[in-house]
């Protein structure tokens, strides 16, 4: 009998988590006892017990007229101290501050989990874009926007198609093919930094560029967002340059840090913590 429990724990604790992102991807409307129910296969009542658990644990939110559940505030504060994965955002603060002032426009950085990017830092210029932007945890398929583009393009060739293949259904959500991908990381390898013209926002133009490890891999991606008409041809050259100066800038803190930036130096720091980094 007590050989079945750490299953039994490891099934529940699975069970959980698929109730917990099943929340999170219904999203804004909420999610009811039917909807969870369905999308993870378990009977209303088991459904209903897990819910009722990560609400108790404050992990979930229930609206009580509704009845529907949330992600609960708990996970704002996790999800914080995740999105400073390897103190990349203790380290990349001064730089973000810098060219946030320098452009005046928003400023985002992005990190590679798996096939996709993840917004893990957005500071604010004067000139922010008020609506269809990238906020902090946001998710994009690699190779959809300015810094996920970085991210995808400075990877080794294999993985590039991997990630392609991978995200080809995606990408479609946002009327990007797959052999249009590989054009923009050729584009982008030519160039040294991706540029976006509006194709993930109308209106909306950015400019990315990776920040690398020892290895000449992207670890991280910087980027700027501005309205179409403030970037110019001669504008975009400049913050393309001055992008491209901040993820040196950061790249060389970082190695002062761990030696040559490689995945274990990355592990390194994430257990280490960034403190004391200015």
Known sequence: MREK??????????????????VAEIGPSGAKLADVAEATGL??????RFLGALAQLGLLEQDEASGAYYLGMDLSYFGAIAANRYGLRDIAHPSMERLTERTGDTVYMSIRRNYESVC??????????????????????????????ALLAFQPDDFV???????ATAMKAWNI?????FGFVEETRKQGFAYNPGRVAPGMTAIGVPVLGANGEAVAALGVGAITSRMVPERRSNIASWLLEEAHEIETRMTKLLGPLNGHAVRRLARKGSRGVR
């Open 120 to 149: 893990i830092e957005r500071f604010e210029g004067d000139y922010p874009i008020k609506t269809l932007t990238l906020d902090v945890g946001d998710k994009r398929p690699l190779g959809v926007g300015a810094g996920s583009l």
């Open 177 to 181: 093919s797959a052999t249009e991908v």
């Open 43 to 48: 009977s209303r009542s088991t459904a209903h």
């Open 5 to 22: 429990e750490p299953l039994q724990g490891m099934q529940s604790l699975e069970r959980a988590m698929l109730t917990l992102r099943v």
């Open 161 to 167: 198609s991997r990630a392609i293949a991978v995200n």
